[in-house]
């Protein structure tokens, strides 16, 4: 019996070797040198999260994928799986001589001020980073939620019946859920001072497991809706994906966010009334291009944010609820027409 | 387990049993698992050698990886000897998470909020002690009650430390978004004001994150070491962790035991959360903590439940968790790879007899037992 | 289930539906309410139930698992992985692809209780450990093989995120469905049925049956067992492959019924609490599904809570808090182990190997 096992064991080693043998040529050891001037490599560290996440990581990655695409760049990713390990992650691209790093979200912020001081020939995209002093080579990639947020909650307002609306949000931990949440809000009671407004946070748990939650979201989505509410907002990675869902479960108005996502969450194509949009793959690809065209700019770079077409309910919604919504995107855009949501949660 | 009275096996060397049994079986159990580890990685299209060396240089190819492996090992081995010393009790501590958050809450108010609070600096010394102190203790006393609640009702400890884990995520998630959030505008996550200056436990050498936490765990493996070897206290934690019925015959107050053992498993994992907030984050921030319960767990049985096992296993895992990033940059094979591969590690020392039974290794009959069901 | 835990049960959910309706009721009406409240409490108490059942299973034979959380995990993946593969790649018609992946999920269940009884069984591993390996391992595998089937780009799906079949419909229970309002309750889906219609086979199996009886055997005097001719490895082996299908059919909730599409980490550490369910209600089928409906209600509670924050009356401001409340569930579940109500027994067995 243990011989036969032993044996197997040895064949299992051997074709192991076999099989990785022939493997060298055609993966790895053909890294392009990023040190030379004609090769422009792009690397990305993404949060304490995946790439694969659907999500903001995800969302930047694909920014960075366009770089490769249109902009011939060579890119590859890092996931950072504890905070400890920013610095360590950050440095590795740049010690192999990339020309821009990304970094990925708030929690990063600090560590690539450090790194941006420590190398300056590099250029630095910090998602989510608001940048309190200018530094050149550091480009802090950030988005009006509130505004977006504004403009669904204004849009939301007009398309209920009951006066009845719903957000579910990720946590309120995160400033850019936040803003999105209470831009909602101040969006709608805009339009209708009187409307009800239920918002509801997954903040009983962990940090990691508040946006991939999607049973959850679902479940108050549905909670909510059984209680008259006819739109629901749905904004934190799977989490709001799962409220989406729900509001197609049964039948009501459902607003993504982040992207449009008519394209990511297919089942909720026919009840969903737009996003609140924050543009981060084009913000980033916007921002690489702009380093290899030598305009890099130091400090606060404002992306795009705004709402999705209406696609399959374009019909449902009125031509004055149309102008209405454009009338309220431009104010917001030339500042004549404030959200007055603060950057952050007031403590 | 016919297996045993295997006729006509000869072997060409014969190492102590004991060796066989702390040293061999946990190698060949991390040897083949990283051979399951390659086929898996070959199977995925990736390059096992190339995979590994990218590992093996990112965790030791210089000596900032060196510095990194010890600063991924610190907690480790502190959380490590936590859930060792628990087994030696015959407890099973699995919130080893819950009291490291704990203790990192802990050194993170008193290294930001108590000089505040007195009014008055304080000297630096004293004040890495106190918040190192004051961790341990609130890890102690989170991993205490779930301690009292087994000798004094019979609560089972696996369920009450899950339980008391989730608690502690709650009340840690209210703390850094409540009372305890840093306060200044430019924050928007959950997490404490960073400490002043004089809580600061330095690193060794400036240019490196290596920090004196590394020695401190070391010290501390040397300290349980000896704790439980060589004093009463650990002779009646052994005691009643190998029977319980035997430590109350000869005499052991088994339920004080039981208590003290949990108390020192806590105080060992809120020294791990406060070494990362006083040497090397300077603040307690929410999501840190995350998963160290469950790795803790794997290192204290690869490491035997011995301090020096536990030593060894922490800077393994350390050196594959610091290595692992290095590797995907190189080769762009997942993460999570590790994780398959930690897995194995576990379930391979976990059942030995898997290991003895594919390498012909002879087992000694000694069997490792915790679990007496939940009730009294 | 004894009288004083059903007492003890039913008072806490009646106290948390209480809280809600009265804050609510100022802005809805009560009947209303305690729909949604009833459908949020059967809809999270479902995958509970069904993760508790898989932990009176196997802890009735004697044999402990922790590692409910990672079975479900897994199945939950598998599940979905195949459900998604017949509908896209053989393009199977989407309910027959969704009944395809509820198989396969109580199947990789099934075949994870196997690994769990070989470990536990046979091998006599300390059984909290068995549980942690299939535990960690689960996380691991879901999140590698998630990485490598949906993301890269040469995977069978192109590294596009496929068009998911869709979830189970709904099926109403005849004649209760038309009752106005409250019917709404008995529209239902199949897996939250089929762990209501499990909790009373698995009551009549365990407590009324000889399979029963000898499990029962197993799990609180294996010798004894033994001696009067009752296979203890063959009867522990069977219920924990049970215990595992069971929880995999709790996995095919999250994917398969609930959402679908799969995310890592996605049970969000449901297993613990369905192994808390399991203890609470006694290790009997109908006290876990009460337990899983105590955990339900109290999360319909704090969703409840923070719908209605406007008009929570200043006194109550606390309960704004969802952390102070989340906490409750974890709280009550040790209080439940001190024995204050009510004594908790487990199987005498349970968690030791035999040794024949």
């Known amino acids: 019996m243990s011989k036969k096992l032993s044996l197997l064991l040895a064949v299992v080693l051997l074709a192991s070797m076999a099989l ?72 590795t691209f740049a010690e192999a001589k990339y020309d821009v790093i990304v970094t990925v979200g708030f929690a990063l912020g600090e560590a690539t001020i450090a790194a941006a001081q420590k190398y300056p020939e590099v250029k630095f995209i910090g998602v989510d980073q608001f940048q309190g002093e200018t530094i050149a080579n550091l480009a802090g990639l950030n988005f009006p939620e509130d505004h977006a947020g504004f403009l669904v909650g204004a849009l939301a307002a007009q398309m209920t019946k009951t006066g009845k609306l719903g957000a579910v949000l990720g946590t309120d931990a995160v400033p850019p859920v936040w803003r999105f949440g209470e831009g909602y809000r101040a969006g709608a009671l805009y339009i209708k001072p009187d409307v009800e407004i239920n918002v509801v946070y997954h903040n009983d748990v962990g940090f990691d497991k508040t946006f991939s939650d999607p049973e959850w979201g679902k479940t108050t989505a549905i909670s909510m809706i059984d209680k008259g509410v006819d739109i629901v907002f749905g904004a934190g990675g799977k989490t709001g994906n799962g409220a989406l869902l729900g509001a197609a479960e049964k039948g009501v108005y459902a607003i993504g966010v982040d992207t449009d996502q008519y394209f990511t969450v ?45 696609h399959d309910v374009d019909s449902q919604v009125p031509a004055e609820v149309k102008a209405k919504m454009e009338e309220i995107a431009k104010a917001l855009a030339d500042g004549t027409l404030q959200t007055n949501v603060p950057p952050t949660k007031p403590q | 387990m016919s297996e045993e009275q295997g006729p006509k096996k000869t072997r060409s060397f014969k190492l102590p049993p004991q060796l066989v049994n702390t040293g061999l079986v946990p190698l060949l159990a991390v040897l083949t698992s990283m051979v399951v580890g390659g086929l898996i990685i070959a199977a995925a299209g990736g390059n096992p050698f190339a995979a590994y060396a990218g590992l093996f240089e990112g965790a030791f190819g210089s000596l900032n990886a060196l510095s990194e492996t010890t600063v991924w090992a610190s907690p480790y081995i502190f959380a490590g000897l936590a859930v060792a ?27 930001y909020a108590l000089p505040g609070m007195l009014g008055a600096d304080i000297p630096a010394v004293l004040h890495v002690i106190l918040a ?66 004089s809580a600061h436990l330095p690193p060794v050498f400036p240019e490196f994150r290596f920090h004196w936490g590394f020695i401190l765990a070391i010290g501390m493996a040397v300290l349980v070491w000896w704790l439980l ?61 995350v998963g160290y319960g469950f790795d803790a767990i794997a290192i204290a049985l690869l490491g035997k439940n011995h301090p020096a096992g536990v030593v060894l296993a922490s800077l393994l895992f350390a050196a594959m968790r610091n290595g692992a990033t290095r590797m995907q940059f190189l080769t762009q094979i997942p993460v999570d790879v590790i994780s398959v591969i930690q897995a194995l590690i576990l379930l391979f020392v976990a059942a030995d007899t898997v290991v003895r039974y594919i390498y012909r290794i002879r087992s000694r009959d000694e069997r490792f037992s915790l679990t007496r069901g939940w009730g009294k | ?146 990485r490598q089937l949906f993301f890269e780009k040469n995977s069978i799906f192109g590294g596009q995120i496929p068009h998911a079949p869709g979830v189970l419909p709904r099926i109403s229970i005849p004649f209760l469905v038309d009752i106005p309002v409250v019917g709404k309750v008995f529209e239902q889906q199949p897996i939250a049925v089929a762990a209501i219609v499990l909790v009373i086979v ?136 001190t024995g204050v109500i009510g004594k908790t027994v487990a199987p005498a067995a349970d968690g030791t190997p035999y040794e024949k």
């Open chain 1, 20 to 91: 990785t043998a022939c493997q060298p040529a055609a993966s790895g050891d053909t890294k392009p040198d990023c040190s030379k001037a004609e090769t422009f490599c792009v690397g990305l560290v993404t949060d304490v999260g995946k790439i694969d996440d659907k999500s903001f990581n995800q969302s930047t990655w694909e920014g960075v994928k366009q770089a490769e695409k249109d902009l011939g760049a060579v890119v590859q990713y890092i996931e950072t799986t504890d905070s400890k390990d920013y610095d360590k992650n950050i440095s």
């Open chain 3, 202 to 337: 698995a009551n009549f199996v365990l407590f009324r049956t000889r399979w029963g009886l000898r499990t029962r055997a197993v799990g609180e005097h294996p010798r004894a067992a033994d001696t009067i001719g009752i296979n203890v490895y063959k009867m522990r082996y069977w219920n924990v492959i049970i215990g595992g299908m069971l929880a995999g059919l709790a996995g095919a909730y999250f994917t398969i019924e609930s959402v679908p599409s799969f995310e890592p980490l996605m049970t969000n550490g449901r297993g613990f609490i369905s192994l808390a369910a399991m203890i609470f209600g006694n290790w009997t089928p109908f006290g876990a599904w009460a337990a899983a409906l105590v955990f339900g209600a109290a999360q319909a509670f704090q969703i409840n809570l923070q719908q209605f924050r406007a008009v929570i009356p200043p006194e109550w401001a606390f309960l704004q808090y969802s952390y102070v409340v989340g906490m409750v569930p974890y709280i009550l579940t040790m209080v439940i182990l």
């Open chain 1, 266 to 310: 297919p089942e909720a194509q026919k009840v969903l009334l737009s996003s609140a949009m924050k543009l981060l793959t084009p913000g980033t690809f916007d921002l690489i291009k702009l380093a290899k065209d030598g305009k890099f700019p130091g400090g606060n770079y404002m992306g795009k944010a705004g709402y999705a077409p209406f």
């Open chain 2, 85 to 111: 010393v628990g087994f030696k009790g015959g407890l099973f501590n699995i919130g080893a998470e819950g009291q490291l958050a704990f203790g990192a809450v802990a050194a993170a108010w008193i290294g």
């Open chain 3, 1 to 146: 289930m004894n009288k004083r835990r059903f007492y003890f049960i039913a008072a806490i959910i009646i106290l948390l539906y209480l809280i809600v309706i009265l804050i609510g009721s100022a802005q809805i009406s009560p009947l209303v309410l305690l729909v949604s409240l009833l459908a949020t409490t059967i809809s999270v108490a479902t995958p509970l139930t069904l993760g508790a059942l898989s932990g009176v299973f196997c802890e009735r034979a004697g044999v402990v698992n922790i590692g409910i959380e990672g079975m479900m995990l897994t199945s939950a993946f598998f599940g979905w992985f195949g459900a998604v593969f017949l509908n896209t790649i053989w393009s199977v018609p989407p309910l027959a692809s969704l009944l395809f992946g509820v198989l396969v999920a109580i199947i990789i269940g099934g075949l994870l209780g196997l690994l769990h009884a070989w470990l536990s069984v046979s091998l006599k591993v300390d059984q909290v450990i068995g549980g942690t390996v299939i535990n960690i391992l689960a996380i691991g595998i879901t999140g590698f093989l998630n």
């Open chain 2, 229 to 289: 070897w060589k004093t009463t206290l650990g002779f009646e934690i052994r005691t009643t962790g190998a029977n319980l019925d035997a430590a109350r015959y000869a005499g052991v107050n088994v339920k004080r035991t039981i208590i003290v053992t949990m108390l020192f498993s806590g105080i060992l994992a809120g020294m791990a959360g406060a070494i990362e907030v006083t040497a090397l984050n300077y603040r307690h921030e929410l999501g840190f903590a």
């Open chain 2, 132 to 197: 190192v102190g004051g961790g341990m203790l609130a890890g102690g006393i989170w991993a205490a009650i779930p301690g009292f609640l087994k000798a004094y009702t019979g609560g089972h400890e696996v369920i009450n430390t899950i339980m008391m884990n989730y608690i502690a995520l709650n009340l840690t998630s209210f703390l850094l978004n409540g009372p305890m959030k840093d306060p200044n505008p430019m924050n928007v996550v959950a997490r404490t004001p960073l400490i002043v200056e």
